[in-house]
């Protein structure tokens, strides 16, 4: 009898696990179809895209003004079934657009500010400002909320159909050039019951990575001295120059370089040299940026400055306040999340460039000077046509930009998308940089891109272990030892003044350039580009 027992619980338990291996291949089976459903409805949104990108394109709004580009965008996504809330965390550009019930909560992200002076007309090989000295799209900002709504919108619509529970929320980097949101964001709890974010940058080739990405954090911070006007003829002996102060401040920084580790990066410009030379200058302010690849060693070059600054607020005898105007952390990214990602971008590919495309990246490449090879030794000759690999935590970083993204990621398990819809070569935050950002290379790279947001995004939403992965690996591996501390504190307002006089400046102008789809096919024809050109017309 007990062995007839075991028998029959050994027969119950084999066709228990055969049953559940025939539900989970199933369950796999169904993803795989929905996913290959999503990638083909994708495929007919090209007009959509190319008319999300080149209207972003048009706008041409630096950090903390992006006020036509935020409208755009969440009217789309209001039309579409997303409740909008407006000036989160005290950011007027800045909002959260939510769809959906219950978990898990999926949160995708991407920057929206351009480039001072960068101004471009798109698809032609030289330079071309549509208004002289205007911001310009000069990094491709302009690319990635049309590529995140894109894929929002038509998983959202699988979702009602296979009623698949979870959340999206779409949110912008606002500022992100200024790195001034997404910090701002995680101390007013906006990701606090996020369970993962695919945030996507433009890029040159469709990647993604995990762990130490090898870039450096920083803190964004400027100096305001105050001394006293005198003539500076007449009686320079009676002033106290705030100008001196900032100059001083640059010399002693400038001498501090040498006692630096290699990794640090610290640059900054003279937003306030004085009113003219005849005055002894009463204001003065010095804005810098101060990088490096840990905490730590960020804030011992905070507190070095500060020091400085007061030192030289003595020699001078002036006064001398700073403010934290952005800041970010050094990136790390989600392991499980970036192999799930990986996977869909092998599924997916590179778009098909035509030769139109490649005729236009060698020119920019060759009028720009670009290197003839990739930091890895890979050829650099017109766009990408294989594939990047999935890369891991760097071995050595030499230190390098900064990105607020980070921020989130050391609160949420987060992975960035890399799409390619930028020229590679190119110098970056460059006017060189805007010349593809509104032509048919980036939108083939943004349906590109979408396609693979959407399917690693119905991953997420049918296998709970994904979630459950990111999550082990975020508190066993990624903050095991190192714990997110802010720069910022609870009174820290976000600098929206930012930016502010150059848009006054500048948006009058612009507006007359902004793309009317209901008149043209593409930003281009309204441009009178005749794609790709190569040669200046002559007139």
């Known amino acids: 009898m007990f062995y007839s027992r075991m028998a029959s619980f050994s027969l119950f338990f084999a066709l228990l696990l055969t049953l559940t291996a025939q539900a989970q291949k199933n369950d796999s089976l169904k993803v795989a179809k929905l ?29 903390f003004q992006e006020t036509e580009s935020a409208a755009y965008l969440t009217n789309i996504l209001q039309k579409n079934g997303f409740t909008i809330e407006k ?39 030289y330079k071309e400002p549509i208004v002289v000295d205007a911001p310009g799209h000069g990094e491709g900002h302009n690319s990635g909320l049309p590529l995140v709504i894109l894929s929002a919108i038509e998983v959202k619509k699988i979702m009602e159909r296979e009623k698949i529970p979870g959340t999206l929320i779409i949110w912008p980097g606002v ?124 804030k ?19 006064t001398v306040t700073h403010k934290l105007l952005g800041t970010a952390w050094p990136g790390h990214f989600n392991k499980p999340i970036a192999e799930l990602v990986y996977k869909n971008i092998q599924t997916v590919g590179l778009p098909t460039w035509d ?33 990047d690999s999935l890369n891991g935590p760097v071995q050595f970083s030499s230190g390098g930009g900064s990105d607020d993204i980070a921020d989130i990621a050391w609160n949420v398990p987060t992975v960035v998308v890399r799409y390619p819809s930028n ?18 290379i980036a939108h083939k790279g943004v349906v590109a891109g979408s396609k693979v947001v959407a399917a690693s995004l119905l991953d997420m939403l049918t296998n709970a272990r994904a979630i459950t992965d990111a999550w082990d690996y975020y508190k066993n591996v990624q903050t095991k030892e190192v714990k997110y501390i802010p720069f910022l504190d609870a009174t820290t307002p976000p600098a929206t003044h930012l930016n502010k006089k150059t848009m006054e400046e500048f ?26 050109q190569l040669e200046k017309k002559a007139f």
Not at 36 to 43: F, N, P
Not at 423 to 440: E, K, L, N, Q, Y
């Open 35 to 63: 996913k290959t459903e999503v990638i083909k409805s994708l495929d007919g949104k090209q007009k959509t895209a190319q008319e999300m990108v080149d209207m972003v394109f048009s706008f041409s709004e630096l950090g």
């Open 87 to 125: 000036g989160i965390a005290g950011i007027p550009t800045a909002w959260m657009a939510k769809w959906g019930n219950g978990k898990p909560v999926i949160a995708l992200g991407s920057d929206i500010d351009c480039i001072p002076k960068a101004s471009q007309k798109p698809g032609v090989a």
């Open 175 to 298: 500022a992100e050039e200024v790195v001034g949101s997404k910090a701002w964001y995680i101390r007013d709890g906006y990701f606090k019951n996020v369970d993962a974010c695919i945030f996507t940058h433009v890029g040159n080739n469709m990647g993604v990575s995990w762990g130490d990405a090898g870039n450096n954090g920083l803190v964004s911070v400027e100096f305001k001295f105050e001394g006293s006007a005198a003539h500076a003829a007449g009686q320079p002996w009676r002033g106290k120059s705030a100008l001196d102060a900032v100059e001083l401040m640059d010399i002693a920084w400038n001498f501090k370089r040498e006692h630096l580790k290699p990794t640090q990066r610290s640059h900054y410009v003279i937003t306030d040299g004085g009113d003219q030379p005849n005055v002894v200058p009463s204001k003065a302010s010095v804005w810098y940026y101060l990088r490096e690849r840990t905490y730590e060693d960020i």
């Open 300 to 318: 011992g070059m905070y507190d070095d400055a500060v020091l400085y600054a007061k030192s030289v607020a003595a020699m001078t005898g002036t």
């Open 355 to 387: 030769s139109a495309d490649q005729r236009l990246a060698r020119a920019v490449q060759k009028m720009s000077n670009a290197p003839k090879k990739t930091p890895r030794g890979e050829p650099i000759d017109g766009l990408a046509l294989k594939l």
């Open 423 to 440: 020229i590679p070569g190119t110098p970056g935050h460059s006017w060189v940089d805007a010349i593809s950002m509104a032509t048919p």
């Open 507 to 532: 948006r009058p102008l612009l507006k007359k350039y902004y793309y009317d789809p209901s008149k043209y096919k593409t930003y281009l024809e309204q441009l009178g580009i005749q794609y790709p």
